[in-house]
């Protein structure tokens, strides 16, 4: 569902409304005491707060959901976040159509982006290649313009909650280098191995994995991720919601999303 498109119809009605009741007032002096007029003046008057809300949720901050695991551990099943709209450029709310440029993602960025075979749905994923690298991934390593991106093995993963282990898998954790950034990614060592694979990226294109390397659905599949269809850097959790562990996940909320 388009909420972009809704919210900011919604606000344009509710502004004609809000303009049709000013304008039959001063026609008609007598108009206020009339029903059709008090409804133009109610329904008018949620004209600001519509605008306010689609101006933030278009080019400062937009909350979202994480509904799959392939984001863990850096994000879980029932995290809210908060994505930066204005990190990779202001975008018109509706057609996506970029407006101002402010800056480009940057390797190890947790970025939302609309969903290359299906611009309706978002995903959430992070940037591993940048326009013009050359990334390989072989034996669950991977290699950006020849170079090996450094992993270390930290421990198992555990999981609880809804974003328990699988029953008799026992996934590990690593610690993966990607240029600057330093994160953590989820790697089942039973999971039979992809073959050695190799992608270059064109140019207005970013190359982009889920963390959790053997559970998501990334570039890996479907290749890259247009420019156009990025929606924002995810920054920070607001909100970890598992009823299954007590339902609010207190020492998730405000966590940096790196």
């Given at each position: ?130 326009p013009g690298d050359e990334v390989t991934y072989r034996n669950k390593v991977v290699f950006i313009n020849g170079e090996p991106m450094p992993q270390e093995q ?95 996940g207190w020492d998730r909320i405000g966590k940096a999303i790196e």
């Amino acid at each position: 569902m388009n909420y972009s498109l809704i919210l900011t119809g919604l606000m344009l009605a509710s502004g004609l409304m809000w303009l049709a009741y000013f304008v039959w007032l001063k026609l008609d002096q007598t108009a206020e005491n009339k029903s059709l007029v008090r409804w133009l003046g109610t329904l008018g008057s949620l004209f600001p707060v519509l605008f306010i809300v689609v101006t933030v949720r278009s080019f400062v901050f937009e909350p979202f959901k994480i509904p799959s695991g392939s984001m863990m551990p850096t994000l879980l099943i029932g995290d809210f976040i908060v994505v930066n709209k204005y990190s990779y450029g202001l975008r018109l709310p509706v057609g996506n159509a970029k407006i101002l440029e402010v800056g480009d993602p940057e390797r190890g960025d947790v970025v939302v982006f609309r969903y290359p075979e299906d611009p309706d749905v978002n995903y959430i994923k992070r940037v591993v290649g940048l326009p013009g690298d050359e990334v390989t991934y072989r034996n669950k390593v991977v290699f950006i313009n020849g170079e090996p991106m450094p992993q270390e093995q930290v421990g198992m993963w555990i999981g609880e909650g809804r974003n328990r282990n699988p029953p008799g898998r026992r996934p590990q954790l690593f610690e993966e280098s990607l240029g600057d950034v330093d994160h953590q990614i989820v790697i089942y060592p039973d999971s039979p191995g992809r073959p050695t694979q190799t992608w270059t990226v064109p140019e207005g294109h970013y190359f982009v994995l889920g963390d959790n390397r053997d559970q998501s659905l990334d570039s890996r599949a479907w290749d890259f991720v247009p420019e156009e269809n990025l929606v924002g850097k995810a920054t920070r959790i607001w909100m970890h919601w598992d009823c299954s562990i007590g339902c609010v996940g207190w020492d998730r909320i405000g966590k940096a999303i790196e």
